[in-house]
């Protein structure tokens, strides 16, 4: 079945401290993949993508994933977290070559101390 | 106006009243999607509306019924529910149905059964 894993349930950093949080889907074929953020009391916005070309993608908020397809892995990264990055992620990916349909990992928290 | 609004954004019914969940989107988007979001699970994908059509249920009891008068919004009807049933109704919307398109996020109702 297709899904997405999310290994990192809650990570702690201080302010400064460098992210990383892992994110691996199980499909085999073309995939749309995409890192959302979820800030307290606020919606799902769409934090960057990745469907074809350069792998190492950039997002909003000094954000960026690189999409290694033979380690079935789209990591999100930055070099220097905020106080403000406080919020919940999550990963998500679309297989084109089966449904249709976007599937969502289980979220990571991140809490950054100031 | 923000791109993808839903009312109420709190609800609290018994398990033998009928209540409507509204989302509307201000995107000109042709498709649109009910997610079910619990803790500690990934996001459950209900339904999805393509150009006015049901494209996708996946296996949604019945005491769920949506409906897509136009492509602006979306409904999802409710009765009958059971305490399980408690959890936070995401709709969502894209340009499309399928790869190449990100799906924006409403705010959510979070629907809680007594």
């Known amino acids: 079945a297709q899904s997405v894993s999310q290994h990192n349930h809650h990570v702690i950093l201080s302010e400064a401290a460098s992210l990383e949080l892992g994110c691996n889907y199980s499909?085999?074929?073309?995939?749309?993949l995409f890192w959302y953020v979820q800030y307290p009391g606020q919606h799902l916005q769409l934090l960057l993508k990745y469907f074809s070309g350069d792998p190492l993608v950039k997002g909003i908020k000094g954000f960026e994933a690189e999409f290694i397809k033979s380690k079935f892995s789209f990591n999100l990264r930055k070099p220097s977290v905020q106080w403000s990055d406080t919020a919940e992620y999550f990963c998500?990916?679309?297989?084109?070559?089966?449904?249709?349909?976007?599937?969502f990992g289980t979220g990571t928290r991140l809490t950054v101390i100031p | 106006e923000t791109g993808v609004t839903q009312t109420p954004r709190h609800l609290v019914m018994g398990m033998t009243n009928k209540k409507s969940l509204k989302c509307e989107q201000h995107l000109g988007h042709n498709a649109m999607y009910w997610y079910k979001q619990s803790a500690k699970k990934p996001l459950e994908l209900m339904f999805v509306y393509s150009l006015e059509e049901r494209v996708e249920n996946n296996s949604v009891p019945s005491r769920f019924s949506p409906e897509c008068p136009n492509s602006s919004h979306l409904f999802l009807h409710l009765h009958t529910l059971q305490p399980e049933d408690s959890a936070l109704y995401l709709c969502a919307s894209s340009q499309a149905w399928g790869a190449g398109h990100e799906q924006y996020f409403g705010p959510g109702t979070r629907l809680t059964v007594t």
């Open positions: 998500a990916a679309l297989d084109q070559t089966g449904a249709n349909n976007l599937f």
């Open positions: 499909y085999g074929g073309t995939v749309n």
